[in-house]
């Protein structure tokens, strides 16, 4: 079993950073793949940016791309998003989620509780 523990979330207004870590813990030698999704009020959980374990391939929705940032630490079992002029519509529940196969669609293995990320206008 793995564990994920997501922290970082918060209040801020648009234009703002905010950093949003994951960190990992049991058997993370089984994990290939770490992403983070995003559910917001009402609507459907979305993709939001995944990294492989090497940390040397990354993927990002389109409407992050240029803003967030994702890196992972082995060493350190975390996975951070770095989120950079954010906007209200990034406003969601951020989950840190793990999978054991390579590529970043299909079923994960792993889910953290959830941070809240809200953006004020």
């Known amino acids: 079993q793995v564990q994920l523990v997501e922290s970082g979330g918060g209040l801020v207004q648009a234009g703002d950073s905010l950093t949003l870590s994951c960190a990992a813990s049991?058997?993370?030698?089984?994990?290939?793949?770490m992403s983070w999704f995003r559910q917001a009020p009402g609507k459907e959980r979305e993709f939001v940016a995944g990294?492989?374990?090497?940390?040397?391939?990354?993927y990002y929705r389109d409407s992050v791309k240029g803003r967030f940032t994702i890196s992972r630490d082995n060493a350190k079992k975390t996975v951070v998003l770095q989120m950079n002029s954010l906007i209200p519509e990034d406003t969601a529940v951020y989950y840190c989620?793990?999978?054991?196969?390579?590529?970043?669609?299909?079923?994960?293995?792993?889910w953290g509780q959830g941070t809240q990320v809200t953006v004020s206008s």
């Open positions: 990294v492989n374990w090497r940390g040397s391939s990354t």
């Open positions: 989620a793990a999978r054991s196969q390579m590529g970043y669609e299909g079923e994960y293995d792993y």
């Open positions: 049991g058997r993370t030698f089984s994990i290939w793949t």
